[in-house]
Structures are given as C-alpha cells and as structure tokens.
C-alpha cells in the first residue's frame, strides 16, 4: 500500500509554545488529507479536513486558530498547535487519500504530544 | 448513544483460537464498513472494507455486516501471536465520506 510519513513521532514541549507536526504521502499525491486526534482508550477524533491549495475545513468544536492547517503542496500537509497546554497533549495521526474513496485511505504513524 | 459503540475489551485468546470482534451502530445512513489494526503508537491500517450487508473473506479474517441489526463483525480463524493489536471499526455513508470509528479493542493472542 501507498506509505504516508508523519514526523515527528513524538515530542515534549512546554506549555505555550507551538509545535509542527508535518504529514507527507511519499509516493502519491493527495488532494485531501486528515487530521485525526486520539486520546488514550479513545477513538480516533476527526479535527479537520485539509484541501490542497485551499483553507480546511474544522470539526465542530476544534479551533481553527489554535490548530493551524497548511496543505501547501500535493504532498505535504502540516498541522501546528499553537500555545499548546496541558490538555492538548494527545495522539495526532493524519492520513492522506489517493483517489476518492476511503478504501484508498493511508494513515501516518502518528505523533505523540505531550505538553508540560 | 454514540454513533458508533465498541466493546472496550481488553480481549485474550490463546493461539490458534477463532476471534470475533464487533462493533454495533446507530446511524442507518451508513454503508461502507471498516476494519483497521493499529500497533501501539502507531497508525491504523485497513484489514478489511465492506459495502452494505454481506459477507468478505481475506485469507484468516472474514468481515460480516448485518444492516438489519445495524451490526457488524470481524473474524480472525487460526489466530497469531503477531494478530495482537488494537482493532478499529470505522464506517461511512458515502464512499469517501468522513470515518466513524469505534473506540478499538485491544486483543492479545497469547503463545
């Protein structure tokens, strides 16, 4: 199957700052990626659908202005957290669809981050 | 009731053994129908993709979907060690619609 790089897998930051998370199909181009969040003993949480080369589009409930999304290219999409607390720490996964259907839908090995 | 409910588990099973794991659903508007693996700290990967009621069989794992009943199963015949992972339903009403997912159960499958 198609391979999507997500990085970092981890990181610690202290409270305030903001931290990057980058997606990255490697050997297809995605016109949608998603952003995923998952807390412990929890189901994966859909926070927003990322459209290359346009704004994306929030979950109810998710602030746009706390996680920012860029989908610059067809192969990269980023997720930054910004101010990060506590209660952001979290398990962040996206994944990336080649084609149009859910069947051809790949997921990132995530990203542990946890805010001190 | 949540959209999408999942026995929590954790499940143990020793080797060889069949598993059956599932997960019921409310909304009847969905119509495709997942099952991921995910490892720990790592990203969930599909075993299986149904659409609507029926059966799907991939090698040891056979998929099942009742619409009537608004449930849906996984099997895993002749289980491995290597089968101990956190599974994941997931579904859709449309084919590339957004993805419910259960909260996943974790199953080990002991030497």
């Known amino acids: 199957g198609a391979v999507v790089s997500q990085h970092p897998s981890w990181v610690i930051c202290k409270s305030g700052t903001s931290v990057k998370i980058e997606c990255r199909s490697l050997?297809?181009?995605?016109?949608?990626m998603f952003w995923y969040r998952q807390f412990p003993k929890q189901s994966l949480m859909l926070m927003a659908t990322?459209?290359?080369?346009?704004?994306?589009?929030?979950e109810q409930g998710v602030e746009k202005d706390k996680f920012l999304i860029n989908h610059a290219s067809l192969t990269l999409s980023t997720l930054t957290v910004t101010s990060a607390h506590p209660e952001d720490s979290s398990f962040y996964i996206c994944?990336?669809?080649?084609?149009?259907?859910?069947?051809?839908?790949?997921f990132g090995s995530g990203t542990q981050l946890s805010v001190l | 009731q949540k959209e999408v409910e999942q026995d929590p588990g954790p499940l143990s099973v020793p080797e060889g053994a069949i598993v059956s794991l599932n997960c019921t659903y409310s909304?009847?508007?969905?119509?495709?129908f997942m099952w991921y693996r995910q490892y720990s700290r790592k990203g969930p990967e599909l075993l299986m993709y149904?659409?609507?009621?029926g059966n799907k069989e991939d090698g040891r794992f056979t998929a099942q979907v009742d619409k009537s009943s608004k449930y849906i199963s996984l099997f895993i015949r002749d289980s491995q060690p290597s089968d101990s992972a956190t599974y994941l339903c997931?579904?859709?009403?449309?084919?590339?619609?957004?993805?419910?997912f259960g909260k996943g159960i974790t199953l080990s499958v002991r030497p």
């Open positions: 994944s990336a669809e080649e084609g149009t259907t859910n069947e051809k839908l790949f």
């Open positions: 050997d297809f181009q995605a016109t949608t």
């Open positions: 990322s459209n290359e080369g346009s704004k994306a589009t929030y």
């Open positions: 909304n009847s508007a969905f119509q495709y």
């Open positions: 149904t659409y609507s009621s």
């Open positions: 997931a579904m859709s009403s449309g084919a590339n619609s957004k993805l419910t």
